[in-house]
């Protein structure tokens, strides 16, 4: 696996070691074969706030933006399961609302920061949230994978 890590943050950027386990982590759970390419960046709230406009349409900031290269269950089901490189597509963290949401639901930044790298995996291997069947199969994988790291 590649994971290619940036962060506007120096104090956030041993999270790489982290999210390389999370993202071996959740691999192995899902039986993905494939080499996956990943990149993931830890950007500011006006950074994201322009990116959630230009591509969504959305004049906010939010907490994370995932762009999948694979755009079909098709291509998912080709290439996720059989051994070689591909390149999954890209991840966006906003640390400062991930901060916001951390005091606000309780808990530490770091777990905020690696729910978020796990949501954002998994939309790049194509899972989403769009309806309350595909939310509960989504949100319980990452919370066994988050458990299984011990965060």
């Known amino acids: 696996m590649e ?16 999210y390389y386990s ?3 982590t959740a691999l192995k759970m899902l039986g993905i074969k494939c080499d996956p390419i990943i990149s993931v960046s830890l950007i500011d709230n006006r950074y994201i706030h322009r990116i959630n ?5 959305i004049d906010r900031p ?24 591909v390149a999954l597509g890209d991840i966006y963290i906003s640390v400062e609302k991930a901060s916001e949401q951390a005091q606000e639901y309780g808990h530490s930044i770091k777990r905020e920061l690696c729910f978020l790298f ?8 194509g899972y989403d949230h769009m309806n309350k069947e595909d939310e509960e ?7 066994k994978i988050l458990k299984e790291r011990g965060i």
């Open 3 to 18: 994971l290619d890590f940036n962060s506007k943050f120096e104090e956030y950027a041993d999270y790489e070691e982290e």
């Open 22 to 24: 999370l993202a071996e």
């Open 53 to 57: 406009k230009k591509y969504r349409g």
């Open 62 to 85: 939010t907490d994370v933006i995932s762009f999948a290269f694979l755009d079909d269950g098709h291509q998912y089901q080709k290439v996720l399961f059989k051994e070689g490189m």
């Open 118 to 125: 796990v949501h954002g995996l998994l939309h790049l291997l």
């Open 137 to 143: 199969v989504m949100f319980d994988l990452q919370e």
